[in-house]
């Protein structure tokens, strides 16, 4: 009889897991628009589906932005699915900003 030769197993890596990278706070300078536009109700859900984009520019209010974020909400009154769209300020400057909001 034959015996079989004792095979050693090779030593597996572990695959590395990639650290979620964490977003710094940017703050908003304004929010289109404020209300529901059925209802007007200003209760709404989290904010799903977010497109944000590198524009720059400066609302109508005279605040300056440097990112468009779009998000679509729920209305919790009446359950309505609309667009919402946020300027959102550079992260080095207040752009005018009261530091107490």
């Not at 695959?15 to 007007?40: L, N, Y």
């Not at 589906?49 to 209305?75: N, Q």
């Not at 699915?81 to 400057?93: G, H, M, T």
Request: contains cysteine; positive net charge; hydrophobic residues 25%.
């Amino acid at each position: 009889m034959s015996k079989k030769k004792a095979t050693k197993k090779k030593a597996t890596k572990k695959k590395a897991t990639k650290k979620k990278a964490v977003k710094e706070a940017v703050p908003c300078v304004s929010t289109v628009p404020i209300h529901c536009p059925r209802c007007g109700c200003s209760d709404r859900s989290r904010k799903t589906g977010t497109i944000r984009r590198t524009l720059s520019g400066s609302t109508s209010d005279g605040f300056d932005y440097t990112e468009v974020a779009w998000s679509y909400v729920t209305c919790l009154g009446c359950e309505k699915n609309y667009r919402i769209i946020e300027y959102l300020a550079p992260a080095s400057r207040d752009c005018g900003l009261k530091s107490d909001q």
